[in-house]
């Protein structure tokens, strides 16, 4: 079960925010309920919100 919480969860937090879709993390708290893990800290790998981060920023021009 560590290899599914430390590997496959964060790669599918990853993957979902590449792509677009919703990260279903209440998946993985039904699972972490189920099998009674008690070792699965789910925040380590996400990222802190940054307004800055997602900002778009004008180019430069080249001065042609």
Not at 2 to 15: A, G, N
Not at 34 to 48: L, N, V
């Amino acid at each position: 079960m560590t290899l599914f919480f430390d590997i496959v969860e964060p790669l599918d937090y990853w993957h979902s925010k590449r792509t677009g879709d919703p990260f279903e993390e209440e998946k993985y708290r039904l699972i972490e309920k189920s099998t009674r893990y008690g070792k699965r800290y789910g925040e380590w790998h996400r990222e802190k919100e940054n307004p800055k981060a997602n900002a778009q920023y004008p180019r430069e021009s080249s001065g042609d």
